[in-house]
């Protein structure tokens, strides 16, 4: 290899099943078109901080 370097990787093993299969729930649910547009989702999620606030202050 010339001007490279040569190393050894190690890719760890992943050992949390929660995140995993949080995970697989996100892939299947874009797969399947069950998503939110960017500008909806901060919509709301700039609707329940205000209501929150509104609601604890």
Known sequence: MLGGLAMDVTIP?????????ELDKGIADMESGCVTPHEDTMKILIQQYND??????
Not at 13 to 21: D, F, H, K, S, Y
Not at 52 to 57: G, K
């Open 13 to 21: 093993v992943v050992e949390m099943p929660e995140l995993l299969e």
């Open 52 to 57: 929150y606030i509104s609601h604890n202050s």
